[in-house]
């Protein structure tokens, strides 16, 4: 059972909705981390937030913009999606941003039409 | 950067057969290093990990033995079975966690 959870784990929108993907950590961890995982391609890390303030965001077009409310919940809001970002976004958190062992949540699985 | 490299799939295997999947990494530090699985239509599970040289990672009968003069973590299991079946990703983690490019592993009854 993980201890990290997303949700929804599926979710279909058209390039024009508006939506947000959930995630919550139940491990007691400070930092946590939005993945994109496309086939064929390796993990993209997006974001990264440490004591709930970003700390990396790699290049990720702007229609996507996390929030990070407090140590526990991360979400990422997406607004005028393209096809190419349909994908599986993986949330994970850690003990602390750095070398510390991250765990990974189901998923979610987008599809933008 | 860092930079992880592992065998390419896909490997196909018979229940009881001995498992290799091949990972190599470069980094500038002293990195801690993962094999994650992904079982299908699931997210990444922590499958075993080591922190220094010459640390032995293992879970579910799966090894890893961190090779810092080979700079490799190459994952092993004596007798696989059907419930292994899954994409293997090495990882390497110095100050962010890097992925390889991930094998899938199909074992056949």
């Known amino acids: 059972e993980t201890g990290v959870t997303q949700t929804p784990r599926h979710l279909v929108m058209g390039m024009t909705n508006k939506k947000s993907l959930k995630c919550e950590q139940h491990?007691?961890?400070?930092?946590m981390y939005w993945y994109k995982q496309s086939a064929k391609k390796p993990l993209e890390l997006m974001f990264v937030?440490?004591?709930?303030?970003?700390?990396e965001n790699n290049s990720v077009p702007s229609r996507f913009s996390p929030e990070c409310p407090n140590s526990s919940h991360l979400f990422l809001h997406l607004h005028t999606l393209q096809p190419e970002d349909s994908a599986l976004y993986l949330c994970?958190?850690?003990?602390?941003?750095?070398?510390?062992?991250?765990?990974f949540g189901p998923g979610t699985r987008l599809l933008v039409l | 950067g860092d930079s992880v490299t592992q065998m390419e799939g896909p490997v196909t295997l018979s229940e009881e057969a001995f498992l290799t999947i091949n990972c190599t990494y470069t980094a500038t530090g002293y990195p801690s290093l993962f094999w994650y699985v992904q079982y299908p239509g699931e997210g990444l599970q922590l499958l075993l990990k080591a922190t220094k040289a010459d640390d032995k990672g293992s879970n579910k009968g799966f090894e890893a033995t961190y090779r810092k003069e080979t700079t490799s973590f190459h994952l092993e299991k004596g007798s696989v079975q059907v419930s292994d079946s899954a994409v293997y990703f090495c990882?390497?983690?110095?100050?962010?966690?890097?992925f390889g490019a991930g094998t899938t592993v199909t074992v056949r009854a």
């Open positions: 937030y440490s004591l709930e303030e970003r700390v």
């Open positions: 491990l007691g961890h400070n930092a």
């Open positions: 994970a958190s850690s003990q602390y941003s750095g070398q510390e062992t991250q765990y």
């Open positions: 990882a390497v983690i110095d100050y962010k966690l890097s």
